[in-house]
């Protein structure tokens, strides 16, 4: 039938200056996908990289089939990945890499630590080329700023910082002329929702050349913290136009509901058990007994002999300032961070914690999304997670990049209701536990949702007696009086 077909179109073609080409020579033309089919299915499923989409381009294993597939790839990103001593794809990067140089929308879903920053910064640098001046082309937002500075670092790092134009929206910048629509050239914006928000509202920033919107971390973007601000955001944006990415390493808060609803034809990749925890992990429970109980626990945990670096993460970062004042009572090499502190002294705390010069490192949930530490050996939840979404992140600053992890979590009687959760994900990560864990009964989902939204209420943590504590608190009583005192003083003879 095909031959027939092609004598009848040739008769028709000739005495004309049409140039009939044949369905064989179009087959000629057309590119075979340079993996077999067969490869291409163990490829995935030694990977377990499940995908979900029409049309989707299938995963390339090495680095050399992805420059050959795609023409448009940076040479010079190539070679700075080959610099950092990144030899192969992860699985994350296999199947979104192709995607997004296709432009394709993508909803992803991949174990902490699996490279899925690299997944986006290939593709958005390769795509803009050079640097221009007016709109950015690329936006990259994140939850926290810890996490965008973190990103911003990353595309200074692997695109390096003469080709192209990176700007991390801060509190500094949003109030400063710099970002503005007149002002320099702009490629690559990394920002978190609220300074953006209000520079556009104010009609200070352009994105109407947009070509790429990738939402980090994007399940966290999409809670109650974030979500009214990221969703004003996103219609300042043509998602029409826009190749929209969404990362994370869970998927809650109703994330997969918005893609069905906003993007067209994305496509839905995940690597692994959705909502499980990195398989490099070794996971533990401890049963405490009390409150009191942790403190001791942990001290014995660190004079018994532990491989630094260590991240110690509490329920609020009163508690955090707590465990640091008993800890460097036996270490000085520990040290906390939380929200009251100096943007400047946050970043001297983690530059300190990343060259080793801190060992133990106590921290709230403000370190549990994204930040990459490089080989933390060691993640102890001092306080039980309020959800195992907090739990599985936590627990991710362990593990990363292949390495091996490991993470101890501690639990009391008052963590009943939280800790089944939990347990299902150990259990789903291969864990060995006692019977009389892995035999607790759940509770009903109203109760979880409940437990979830109220933090336990917790004793302060402390080894110092009542009565010197009150003797502690007299005594800057006094100091501050007398302090007050001598100013008023001073204020009278200046008059």
Same mark, same amino acid.
């Given at each position: 039938? &095909?031959?027939?077909?092609?004598?009848?179109?040739?008769?028709?073609?000739?005495?004309?200056?049409?140039?009939?080409?044949?369905?064989?020579?179009?087959?000629?033309?057309?590119?075979?996908?340079?993996?077999?089919?067969?490869?291409?299915?163990?490829?995935?499923?030694?990977?377990?990289?499940? &995908?979900?989409?029409?049309?989707?381009? @299938?995963?390339?294993?090495?680095?050399? @089939?992805?420059?050959? =597939?795609?023409?448009?790839?940076?040479?010079?990103?190539?070679?700075?990945?080959?610099?950092?001593?990144?030899?192969?794809?992860?699985?994350?990067?296999?199947?979104?890499?192709?995607?997004?140089?296709?432009?394709?929308?993508?909803?992803?879903?991949?174990?902490?630590?699996?490279?899925?920053?690299? /997944?986006?910064?290939?593709?958005?640098?390769?795509?803009?080329?050079?640097?221009?001046?007016?709109?950015?082309?690329?936006?990259?937002?994140?939850?926290?700023?810890?996490?965008?500075?973190?990103?911003?670092?990353?595309?200074?790092?692997?695109?390096?910082?003469?080709?192209?134009?990176?700007?991390?929206? =801060?509190?500094?910048?949003?109030?400063?002329?710099?970002?503005?629509?007149?002002?320099?050239?702009?490629?690559?914006?990394?920002?978190?929702?609220?300074?953006?928000?209000?520079?556009?509202?104010?009609?200070?920033?352009?994105?109407?050349?947009?070509?790429? /919107?990738?939402?980090?971390?994007?399940?966290?973007?999409?809670?109650?913290?974030?979500?009214?601000?990221?969703?004003?955001?996103?219609?300042?944006?043509?998602?029409?136009?826009?190749?929209?990415?969404?990362?994370?390493?869970?998927?809650?808060?109703?994330?997969? @509901?918005?893609?069905?609803?906003?993007?067209?034809?994305?496509?839905?990749?995940?690597?692994?058990? &959705?909502?499980?925890?990195?398989?490099?992990?070794?996971?533990?429970?401890?049963?405490?007994?009390?409150?009191?109980?942790?403190?001791?626990?942990?001290?014995?945990?660190?004079?018994?002999?532990?491989?630094?670096?260590?991240?110690?993460?509490?329920?609020?970062?009163?508690?955090?300032?707590?465990?640091?004042?008993?800890?460097?009572?036996?270490? *000085?090499?520990?040290?906390?961070?939380?929200? @009251?502190?100096?943007?400047?002294?946050?970043?001297?705390?983690?530059?300190?914690?990343?060259?080793?010069?801190?060992?133990?490192?106590?921290?709230?949930?403000?370190?549990?999304?994204?930040?990459?530490?490089?080989?933390?050996? /060691?993640?102890?939840?001092?306080?039980?997670?309020?959800?195992?979404?907090?739990?599985?992140?936590?627990?991710?600053?362990?593990?990363?990049?292949?390495?091996?992890?490991?993470?101890?979590?501690?639990?009391?009687?008052?963590?009943?209701?939280?800790?089944? *959760?939990?347990?299902?994900?150990?259990?789903?990560?291969?864990?060995?536990?006692?019977?009389?864990?892995?035999?607790?009964?759940?509770?009903?989902?109203?109760?979880?949702?409940?437990?979830?939204?109220?933090?336990?209420?917790?004793?302060?943590? =402390?080894?110092?007696?009542?009565?010197?504590?009150?003797?502690?608190?007299?005594?800057?009583?006094?100091?501050?009086?007398?302090?007050?005192?001598?100013?008023?003083?001073?204020?009278?003879?200046?008059?």
């Amino acid at each position: 039938m &095909v031959n027939q077909h092609n004598d009848m179109m040739r008769l028709l073609c000739s005495g004309t200056n049409i140039k009939f080409k044949d369905t064989h020579d179009k087959l000629k033309e057309k590119q075979l996908p340079k993996i077999a089919v067969s490869d291409t299915v163990n490829l995935k499923k030694r990977h377990k990289i499940c &995908v979900k989409g029409f049309d989707v381009p @299938e995963p390339l294993g090495t680095f050399a @089939e992805l420059k050959a =597939s795609h023409p448009k790839i940076l040479k010079s990103v190539l070679q700075k990945i080959s610099d950092n001593e990144i030899t192969a794809p992860t699985p994350i990067q296999m199947q979104c890499i192709p995607l997004l140089m296709d432009k394709r929308c993508i909803l992803s879903c991949a174990p902490t630590g699996s490279g899925k920053t690299l /997944c986006f910064i290939l593709p958005v640098l390769s795509h803009i080329k050079k640097s221009e001046k007016g709109s950015f082309r690329a936006l990259v937002l994140s939850p926290t700023r810890e996490l965008a500075k973190q990103t911003y670092g990353e595309f200074k790092k692997f695109g390096g910082s003469r080709k192209f134009s990176y700007h991390f929206l =801060s509190k500094a910048s949003a109030n400063s002329d710099i970002l503005t629509k007149d002002c320099g050239n702009k490629d690559v914006l990394i920002a978190t929702p609220m300074h953006l928000l209000r520079m556009l509202k104010e009609d200070r920033i352009d994105l109407s050349k947009l070509q790429f /919107c990738i939402l980090d971390e994007a399940d966290r973007l999409f809670d109650s913290q974030f979500k009214d601000d990221v969703t004003q955001i996103l219609e300042f944006i043509d998602l029409v136009k826009v190749t929209v990415g969404l990362f994370s390493a869970t998927l809650a808060n109703g994330i997969d @509901e918005w893609c069905f609803s906003n993007l067209d034809n994305f496509v839905q990749v995940y690597i692994g058990t &959705v909502n499980g925890a990195n398989s490099n992990i070794r996971q533990s429970l401890k049963f405490v007994g009390t409150e009191e109980s942790k403190l001791y626990t942990l001290k014995i945990l660190i004079q018994g002999g532990f491989q630094p670096p260590m991240l110690v993460f509490t329920q609020t970062k009163d508690r955090a300032k707590q465990v640091f004042e008993e800890l460097k009572l036996i270490n *000085s090499k520990a040290d906390v961070i939380h929200s @009251e502190l100096s943007q400047l002294k946050r970043e001297e705390v983690m530059d300190n914690f990343r060259s080793g010069k801190t060992w133990i490192l106590i921290c709230t949930d403000l370190m549990g999304r994204g930040i990459d530490f490089k080989n933390v050996n /060691c993640v102890v939840n001092f306080d039980l997670p309020q959800t195992k979404v907090d739990y599985i992140h936590r627990i991710g600053r362990s593990g990363r990049a292949g390495k091996e992890g490991k993470a101890i979590t501690f639990f009391t009687e008052q963590d009943k209701e939280r800790l089944p *959760s939990i347990i299902n994900v150990l259990k789903n990560s291969g864990c060995e536990l006692p019977g009389w864990l892995t035999n607790m009964k759940g509770i009903a989902r109203r109760d979880y949702k409940k437990a979830t939204k109220k933090p336990v209420k917790r004793n302060d943590i =402390s080894t110092v007696p009542r009565y010197d504590k009150e003797k502690a608190k007299k005594r800057k009583a006094i100091i501050a009086d007398s302090k007050a005192k001598k100013k008023t003083k001073l204020d009278t003879a200046d008059k």
